[in-house]
């Protein structure tokens, strides 16, 4: 009696000091025979259809869940869950089929012992239980030792695994209850159709504006306006170095006046040399070409002051910038633009590319009133995608409006995110195209 205590004490000492479920699950079928008699002890758990699976086999290291002897225990077991959850001792001859016992006769296995180990608690539920095989029949002694441990396992067990993620998944009971239909529902709700979108930076910039350009070669000398100033036809815009032209101009005009006084010269010596007569036609002819040369030197000196065309407002990026600056004829300075007539310029980055139509729906969202919506439609795409602003390589969209009242009209510069719509797909796409795509990308599919 001292004995059966002191291994009692020594087992539950061990199952205490396990340091994980498959030490405790080797202890129990290993060190119970430490009690009860028994040839071989099978440790079970429930699967997700309820049915019996071997976890641990005494005596045995790694288990092979294909053998003859391991499915057909697991078939016996299962029976006798259904028959009852109790501890009982397993009727060979009434619950077992001719193929189950022959496989326990081949390994001598007369009498099996069926354990039950259960537990329920608030915040967990545990069921595992054991099956003992041994040649000779188990005394009431033994059932009572048996009721004990089973109660002390479950504790055990209840203790090791009440937190782990395999009790929290056992506890959810996936396949059954509201949370199989809340999974089922989950899994219709990917079919559901969606528009594809994406969203992108955008600018309002001016719709068909008049473009500045430089008439001559020569260096930037001021800019007359200032970002979004309002300009009147004929308003002076841009002023370039004259030095060369004027200096062009004044040679010219001394030019003019050298041939002018050659042909009064020669005009007046006619009267008495022949030879000053032939010479009228020919200076007549160069004084002719002096004048239209002075009159180009005053149309280039007067290119070095640009005008503006009409009434507009100055689109120029830091006139400051271009004090001193070269340019050459045709060469962009500055835009003129009518602050009522804007579209919208999006940056869409390569790696959020989506299939997008001309005249696919677009949703502007401006920086200074980020609740309100502005609609538009995409006017063109570019083919070739370009750096954008944030060195991102990028596609250039370009949205007109589809209708603006003339106090809505947003200002040119303005900054925010359009989101831009495409084709219907369904949920699971739209929420999952970037991982799919970086999946493409990374196996080749």
């Known amino acids: 009696m001292k004995l059966n205590v002191a291994n009692l004490l020594q087992i539950e000492h061990n199952c205490r000091n396990s340091q994980s479920y498959e030490e405790l699950r080797y202890t129990i079928v290993n060190e119970t025979r430490k009690l009860v008699p028994y040839k071989a002890a099978l440790f079970f758990s429930l699967d997700s259809k309820q049915n019996l699976k071997v976890e641990a086999i005494s005596d045995v290291a790694t288990i092979n869940t294909n053998s003859i002897f391991v499915q057909t225990l697991e078939g016996i077991a299962s029976k006798a869950l259904k028959n009852s959850d109790t501890l009982h001792e397993i009727d060979t001859q009434k619950q077992l089929d001719n193929y189950e016992e022959k496989v326990l006769n081949e390994y001598s296995y007369k009498h099996l012992l069926f354990i039950p180990i259960k537990v329920e608690k608030n915040d967990a539920s545990i069921q595992y239980y054991m099956v003992l095989l041994n040649d000779e029949a188990y005394e009431k002694k033994h059932l009572e030792v048996i009721a004990h441990l089973s109660s002390s396992y ?156 009409k009434d507009a407002i100055a689109i120029v990026h830091n006139p400051n910038e271009w004090k001193g600056k070269p340019v050459v004829i045709g060469e962009k300075i500055l835009y003129l633009a009518n602050k009522k007539s804007v579209e919208l310029k999006i940056m869409l980055p390569v790696s959020d590319a989506i299939f997008i139509e001309k005249g696919s729906k677009v949703k502007a969202f401006f920086d200074n009133d ?41 200002t040119i510069g303005l900054r925010g995110t359009a989101k831009i719509y495409s084709q219907e797909v369904t949920l699971f796409f739209y929420l999952f195209k970037k991982p799919i795509t970086s999946l493409r990308q990374y196996i080749g599919w």
């Open 154 to 309: 479950a504790y055990f067990l209840y203790a090791t695994t009440k937190n782990s993620f395999r009790s929290k998944i056992k506890k959810s009971r996936f396949f059954s209850g509201y949370f199989k239909y809340i999974f089922i529902l989950l899994i219709l709700l990917m079919f559901i159709p969606v528009k594809l979108s994406v969203l992108a930076p955008l600018e309002v910039i001016p719709k068909n504006p008049f473009i500045v350009t430089s008439p001559l070669e020569a260096a930037v000398k001021k800019i007359e306006v200032k970002p979004n100033d309002e300009v009147k036809e004929g308003d002076l815009l841009v002023v370039l170095d004259d030095t060369f032209y004027k200096n062009e101009y004044e040679i010219a005009k001394k030019t003019l006046d050298i041939s002018k006084a050659q042909l009064h010269t020669s005009s007046q010596a006619s009267f008495y040399d022949i030879n000053q007569k032939r010479k009228i036609a020919e200076l007549k002819t160069q004084v002719e070409l002096k004048k239209t040369a002075l009159e180009y030197a005053k149309q280039q000196l007067e290119k070095t002051k640009i005008y503006s065309t």
């Open 370 to 410: 980020p609740l309100n919506s502005w609609e538009a439609k995409v006017k063109y795409i570019s083919y070739k995608p370009q750096l954008s602003n944030q060195n991102i390589l990028s596609y250039e969209i370009v949205a007109s409006f589809d209708n603006l009242e003339l106090n809505e009209i947003p």
